[in-house]
């Protein structure tokens, strides 16, 4: 649901999003055209995945310590089971939201949560912080001799900025918002409006 005056703010997501894709894809090209330069030999490639990778394990790990980015949230005002969330540094019966947000997968579940949770159950600044931290690292990641999609992360960013628009506004339709902030966020990126248009109706 959602209340007419909203269909404002969803325009101007549309806006803000597809300015990110763009950004996206011109950074990415970029950055891949320096790799085909200089990055060449199979041993190069493989010492940027371990570095890439590494990286982004630090900041995995270190970002839901930092007490202005993560929130500890009850175990009782969620609705999917407790075993999808982390406790992390939390105390007993509590979760850490961007712990939760980063240490699960985004093919699904954490896209679920974000779809499906109630506004209480992830703040503002940790569904920012989580789909700044995707964004960069996938600029960097999205063209690296490993195999990956941009169709699933891109709607996890799009559905973490989405929420943390939500909250921007003070929306308590913050499923909505997520799944609008998904669909604004891939069509910056990809041309697949058709496609695109029935996967979210379908959600």
Known sequence: SFAFLELFNFAAMGVVNGIIGAVFVELNKRINNLRRKY????????????VIATISSVLMFLLPVVPAFASCHSLDNIRAEQMYFHRFNG????????????????????????????????SGISCLVAGVVHLVLLIFIFGMSIGMGIFVPMLY???????????????????TYAIVGSVATVAGVTRILVSLTVIMVQT
């Open 91 to 122: 105390d007993e019966g509590y979760y850490n939201d961007l712990a939760t947000l980063l240490f699960t997968p985004a093919a699904g579940t954490s896209i679920n949560l974000l779809f499906w949770e109630n506004k209480e159950a992830f």
């Open 39 to 50: 990055l060449r030999t199979w041993s190069v490639k493989l010492v940027e995945v371990f």
């Open 157 to 175: 960013i799009g559905a973490c900025f989405g929420r943390a628009f939500a909250t921007v506004v003070s929306s308590a339709n913050v499923r």
